[in-house]
């Protein structure tokens, strides 16, 4: 059995203590913009040459952008115009996450593939994995879909409550 879901990914969560933010005069908006004008791409600017069109662009310098401490330096402005460090206002938790986020359609899927047993048939396969369908790896929970080789066994399945995404080999 083989899936797409490789979760390997160096990530930070930030987490925003949201009634220490509000006494401050923090908004989770301000934490977003200020997070979005160091690591996005927040086009402040743009220069027009005869030709030609350049837009001036806001970000980290290349060092900063790589090492998740930084984030301890980063400053949010206040309602009233103070600076408030982020790490006062925002617990800042290394993670790990997707390498990859998959969709079918809209929404996020994982896939996985497996073959079946000589002598076995695709609807007893399916038939014994709905009856304990996998645990889900997101919190949100959404319907699942199988892509089978037979458009009634896509029916069968469809009303998994779960996020995975299953394809028969």
Same mark, same amino acid.
């Given at each position: 059995?083989?899936?797409?879901?490789?979760?390997?990914?160096?990530?930070?969560?930030?987490?925003?203590?949201?009634?220490?933010?509000?006494?401050?005069?923090?908004?989770?908006?301000?934490?977003?913009?200020?997070?979005?004008?160091?690591?996005?791409?927040?086009?402040?600017?743009?220069?027009?040459?005869?030709?030609?069109?350049?837009?001036?662009?806001?970000?980290?310098?290349?060092?900063?952008?790589?090492?998740?401490?930084?984030?301890?330096?980063?400053?949010?402005?206040?309602?009233?115009?103070?600076?408030?460090?982020?790490?006062?206002?925002?617990?800042?938790?290394?993670?790990?996450?997707?390498?990859?986020?998959?969709?079918?359609?809209?929404?996020?899927?994982?896939?996985?593939?497996?073959?079946?047993?000589?002598?076995?048939?695709?609807?007893?396969?399916?038939?014994? &994995? /709905? *009856?304990? !369908?996998? @645990?889900?790896?997101? $919190? =949100?929970?959404?319907?699942? &879909? /199988? *892509?089978? !080789?037979? @458009?009634?066994?896509? $029916? =069968?399945?469809?009303?998994?409550?779960?996020?995975?995404?299953? @394809?028969?080999?």
């Amino acid at each position: 059995m083989t899936s797409d879901l490789q979760i390997a990914k160096p990530q930070v969560t930030v987490e925003i203590d949201r009634n220490k933010a509000s006494a401050l005069g923090v908004s989770a908006q301000a934490i977003e913009a200020t997070l979005y004008d160091a690591y996005g791409q927040r086009q402040v600017s743009t220069i027009f040459a005869p030709t030609n069109q350049y837009w001036v662009v806001m970000e980290l310098q290349p060092r900063y952008q790589t090492d998740p401490s930084v984030l301890s330096l980063l400053y949010v402005r206040s309602a009233t115009g103070a600076l408030v460090p982020l790490n006062s206002v925002a617990t800042l938790k290394p993670t790990v996450g997707p390498l990859a986020i998959n969709h079918l359609g809209q929404l996020a899927a994982v896939t996985i593939s497996f073959d079946l047993r000589p002598g076995v048939a695709i609807g007893d396969a399916i038939r014994r &994995s /709905t *009856r304990r !369908p996998p @645990r889900c790896a997101c $919190r =949100r929970r959404s319907p699942a &879909s /199988t *892509r089978a !080789p037979r @458009r009634h066994f896509n $029916r =069968r399945c469809a009303g998994w409550a779960s996020c995975w995404c299953w @394809r028969y080999s």
